[in-house]
């Protein structure tokens, strides 16, 4: 049974800086890419980040751009989201997520879920 743990979360002031990590078990970890969503209140979940499974190739909201890092590490079965330059609109509980395959094809393909964990930004 494939578990994804996240966590990393809390409440910082704009223009500062959170990491986000998500355990991973119950699967061949390197042989999936995987993902990063958020929800906001009141909003659809939407995609923020994904990195295939040897972390090479890396995909981003146009939101997050420049300001947040998707990164993994297959020998601790661990994908990360480094966020900086924080601004209230990223307030939203993230979200980690295992894609179907190895590479990224679109936001559909996400097969499994974290609890998720809640990001504050205060102005």
């Known amino acids: 049974q494939v578990q994804l743990v996240e966590s990393g979360g809390g409440l910082v002031q704009a223009g500062g800086s959170l990491r986000l990590s998500c355990a991973a078990s119950g699967l061949t970890f390197s042989m999936y890419a995987m993902g990063w969503f958020r929800q906001a209140p009141g909003k659809e979940r939407e995609f923020v980040a994904a990195?295939?499974?040897?972390?090479?190739?890396?995909y981003y909201a146009d939101s997050v751009k420049c300001r947040f890092t998707i990164s993994r590490d297959n020998a601790k079965n661990t994908v990360y989201l480094q966020m900086n330059s924080l601004k209230p609109e990223d307030t939203a509980v993230y979200y980690c997520?295992?894609?179907?395959?190895?590479?990224?094809?679109?936001?559909?393909?996400?097969?499994?879920w974290g609890q998720g964990t809640q990001v504050t930004v205060s102005s």
């Open positions: 997520a295992r894609s179907g395959s190895y590479f990224y094809d679109s936001d559909t393909d996400f097969r499994s």
């Open positions: 990195v295939i499974g040897n972390g090479v190739r890396k």
